[in-house]
Nanobody, 115 residues
Framework: QVQLVESGGGLVQPGGSLRLSCAASRSIFEIYAMAWYRQAPGKQRELVARLAFGGRPNYPDVVKGRFTISRDNAKNTVYLQMNSLKPEDTAVYYC?????????WGQGTQVTVSS
C-alpha cells in the first residue's frame, strides 16, 4: 500500500505555469508506474501523464508538449510541470500509483485556469 498527497494546485492565468507534487508514503523506486489524472466537472477522469519505472513518459495529445511528468526517487515524489495552461485544463488533478496492478489515489488538488 501507499498513501499519496498532492499539492501545488491553485489559480493561474491562461498561459501560466504550475508544478504539482505528489508525495508518497513509501519508496517509489519499486512502484511500477506513477501517473497523473484529472477530472473536470461533469467529465470522466482522464490520464494526463504516466511514467513507468524504467520507461519513457507518455502523454495524451491534449497536453503533449505542455506537461512534463518526472519522479525523484530520493524524495519519494512525483511532479507534474504544467506550462502554457489553458482554461480547459481546469480540473481536479489526482496522483496515481500502480503497484502490482492495484491503483492507489491521492485526494486531488484543484487547478483553475482563468483570467
Amino acid at each position: 500500500q501507499v498513501q499519496l498527497v498532492e499539492s501545488g494546485g491553485g489559480l493561474v492565468q491562461p498561459g501560466g505555469s504550475l508544478r504539482l507534487s505528489c508525495a508518497a508514503s513509501r519508496s517509489i523506486f519499486e512502484i511500477y508506474a506513477m501517473a497523473w489524472y484529472r477530472q473536470a466537472p461533469g467529465k470522466q477522469r482522464e490520464l494526463v501523464a504516466r511514467l513507468a519505472f524504467g520507461g519513457r513518459p507518455n502523454y495524451p495529445d491534449v497536453v503533449k508538449g505542455r506537461f512534463t511528468i518526472s519522479r525523484d526517487n530520493a524524495k519519494n515524489t512525483v511532479y507534474l510541470q504544467m506550462n502554457s495552461l489553458k482554461p480547459e485544463d481546469t480540473a481536479v488533478y489526482y496522483c496515481n500509483a500502480d503497484i502490482s496492478g492495484v491503483g492507489y489515489w491521492g485526494q486531488g488538488t484543484q487547478v483553475t485556469v482563468s483570467s
